[in-house]
Structure formats: C-alpha cells, structure tokens
C-alpha cells in the first residue's frame, strides 16, 4: 500500500482524537472521502455537524468498507468488539490502526480478530486534552506533536512507510518502538503521571484544597481526565504500570527517610537531582522546539 492510494479513510470513534483526525484529514488529504463511525447518535450528529467527515455510518460494517486505512480512535476496552465486528467487511490488505495509549494487547487483539492479510500498526499520537468529546475537536490538534509507531516482525514496510507518510502529513513527528518497549516508556511518562495526580487529589482534604496556588492545580490538572478512558488505559497497561508505581514509591521512600532523620543533606541532594533533571530536560525540549519559547 502507498499513500497516494489513499481513496478513503474510516476514523471509527468520534470524541476529541477521532473528529480531531477527521478534521485534519481534510486539511491535508483533501482528495480523500472521510467515514466516521461511532455507537452513539450524539455523537455521529455533532461530528456531521462539524464537518469532522464526509458521511456518517450507521453501521461498523458500512463504515470500513470500501477504505484502504481504518483508525480506531474509541476506547482501548472496546477494540475486541470493534475487530471482531468489522474484521469480515475489511478490504484485503487494508491498514488498520489506532491511537490508543498502550500497544500489546491491540496487537495480540488484531492478530487474533483479524484476518491474516490485515495489516494492523499500532499507533500512538502524543496529542489532546483533559477534555472529551467531539465538540472540542480542531484540525490542529496534532500539529508538531509526536507520534509513536510500532510495528512488529510481522509488519509489512510498504504499509510502514504509508502510516508513516500519514501521520508526517498531519505535521506529527514521529518516533517508532517495539509495543512491548511502548508500553513501559508510556507506563513511566505518561501512566504514572495520571496515577500519582489521582493519588494526589485523593490523598487530599478538599477543604485545605481550596487554599491551593497555580503548582498545586497545574500538578493535578491530568486527574480530571476522562474516567472511562484512563480506567481503560491503567488496566491495558497494567504491569507496567505498576512497575513504575513501585520504581516512585522507592525514590518517595528515600525523600522520606531523609525527613524522618533529620537530614537536610539528603533532602538537598533529593531536590538538586531532581531540579537538575528536569531542566535539562526542558532545555533539550527547548533544542527541539517540542516547547513554546
């Protein structure tokens, strides 16, 4: 497959990332008819209502069929329903994909809802917001922001180099790594931080919360993310996870044993490292133009 093939696209889910696409995939693949798909009628009227697609399905059936690039953009938690329904309407040799937030298990999932001959790469776009639903939905959402591919042994180059070619269209950098290397990056960097902003809050008295400065919000500000969602996220990724829950416990241990000795030294020492680390890594995002000056 070859991206000047790209006829038509089905974008199956229709919240923030799935209208986002759908959006942004008239911007810049204006050629190409846009199918969109979702199990709500809200929904599917709002994202016709925006233009987020050319044609609203009313089924998952009629939505895949006829496109040569399928991406999932609902809940990880759904994907064995949606493969195992859409699996026999699927054009041969088509290229199923995703924007889910961990990578083993819709892999293990397309391997075994899915015919033999479909191409299924995972793919992970760094890109939205603790809001939800199509209403918020814009063509830029995935400006300059990374995405994550990762393909397998079993992953066709042809079809690589087309999702890649899809996604530097939609002005994404990319980066690419095994699903099992994924899953531990992402349980570390971006699992973890929802984990320990929810234990935040709830290790909170709401009264004193009200006290609260700007570090305090800005800290928490990924706890108020979609419930459904993250429970989603937490509970596909969920070893890893909680190898990482383990790894932070370990560096609070020591924070606290310097408290609980006395020792300002230590603290010092917890603290220098810590500001250390992160402004290096503000500087090199900074190089990067990953931040705004």
Known sequence: MKIQDLQQATVVGLGLLGG????????????????????????????????AVDEIADNLAQAVQGSQLIILASPIGVFPDLMTAMGP??????????????????????????????????SHPMAGSEQ??????RADLFDDAYCILTP???????????????WQTL???????????????????????????????????????LLCG????????????PVSVWRDILMTNAQHTAKAIARLT?????????????????VVKILSQAKEKRDDLVAKKLLRQDLPT
């Open 20 to 51: 986002s696409l759908g959006l942004a995939i008239s911007r810049h693949f204006p050629h190409v008819k846009r199918i969109g798909y979702s199990h709500r009628a809200v929904t599917r009227n709002k994202a016709a209502d925006i233009g």
């Open 132 to 137: 939800r639903g199509v209403d918020f939905a």
């Open 152 to 166: 397998t042994p079993r992953t066709s180059p042809s079809h690589l180099q087309c999702l890649r070619q899809f």
């Open 89 to 122: 309407h699927l054009d041969a040799h088509c290229l199923v994909t995703d924007v889910g937030s961990t990578k083993m298990l819709p892999v293990r999932w397309a391997r075994k809802y899915l015919n033999k001959n479909i191409q299924f790469i995972g």
């Open 171 to 209: 002005r994404m950098r990319l980066s690419t790594m095994a699903p099992a290397q994924h899953d531990r990056v992402l349980a570390r960097i971006s699992h973890l931080p929802h984990a320990l902003a929810a234990a935040l809050v709830c290790a909170s008295d709401p009264d004193e919360m």
């Open 214 to 225: 700007k570090g305090f919000l800005d800290t928490t500000r990924i706890a108020s993310g």
């Open 250 to 266: 370990r560096q609070l241990d020591k924070l606290q044993t310097a408290l609980e000795n006395d020792n300002p030294d230590a």
